[in-house]
């Protein structure tokens, strides 16, 4: 049982370059989220899914695109990186939204 | 929206101290209050919850944290604190009704010998 996996653990990006960051989960969870965390900032949420096939916004969404295709997957996009986007991005999930997320190591990314 | 509040960036302390984190959130409806914790270059990790019941809960290492309703707070103490315990701490809200989570913006621990 791994729990929650992210893919890859660190990337660096040029500005206008695109990637996409996979979050897997075994738990057979059906809620999923995408957060960022900066320095004095926290977790922000970015968006998060209530279930295969479903995707939200949460706080901060511009500049990033999510699919949940397989249940436990749950992919977050950047279609034109800028260096805004810097960041520690970590992926969460839930049984049934109510209760305590679970979270994976983190992906390390920097744009220059 | 509620938010959430960390009064303290940064709490210093010697080993075998007692320290208190403190968590205060803004909300006039039910909430759901939770602690996790951060090692370095890690992911976070539950330390401590409250959904319902007794307003004291406590974790497995010897944290523990109360529910104050009348002063909107949650606040995470433990009586004799280790330089394991070294983290950042995130105290977090969830509204009854939503599935979302609100975070504050931390507490680093930094305990000294």
């Known amino acids: 049982n791994a729990g929650v996996t992210q893919t890859p653990k660190f990337r660096v990006l040029k500005t206008g370059q695109s990637m996409t960051l996979l979050c897997a989960q075994d738990?057979?969870?059906?809620?999923m989220y995408w957060y960022r965390q900066d320095p004095g900032m926290g977790l922000r949420l970015i968006h998060y899914s209530v279930g295969e096939g479903t995707t939200a916004k949460g706080e901060v969404p511009d500049g990033y695109n999510v699919s949940r295709l397989k249940k436990q997957n749950f992919l977050l996009g950047l279609e034109s990186a800028a260096p805004s986007q810097t960041s520690v991005y970590f992926c969460?999930?839930?049984?049934?939204?109510?209760?305590?997320?679970?979270f994976g190591p983190g992906t390390r990314l920097t744009v220059t | 929206a509620q938010s959430v509040t960390q009064l303290d960036s940064q709490v210093p302390v010697f080993e075998e101290a007692p320290v208190e984190l403190r968590c205060n959130y803004s909300?006039?409806?039910?909430?759901?209050l939770f602690w996790y914790v951060q090692y370095p270059n890690q992911g976070l990790q539950l330390l401590l919850k409250y959904l319902s019941g007794s307003t004291l809960v406590e974790s497995i290492n010897g944290f523990e944290a109360e529910f104050n309703k009348s002063q909107t707070s949650f606040h995470l103490r433990k009586p004799s604190v280790h330089i394991s315990d070294t983290a950042e701490y995130f105290c977090?809200?969830?509204?009854?009704?939503?599935?979302?989570?609100?975070f504050g913006k931390g507490t680093m621990l930094l305990v000294s010998p």
């Open positions: 969460a999930s839930s049984v049934d939204g109510q209760y305590e997320q679970y």
């Open positions: 738990m057979n969870h059906e809620y």
């Open positions: 977090a809200v969830r509204l009854s009704g939503y599935s979302t989570l609100t």
């Open positions: 909300s006039s409806v039910s909430v759901y």
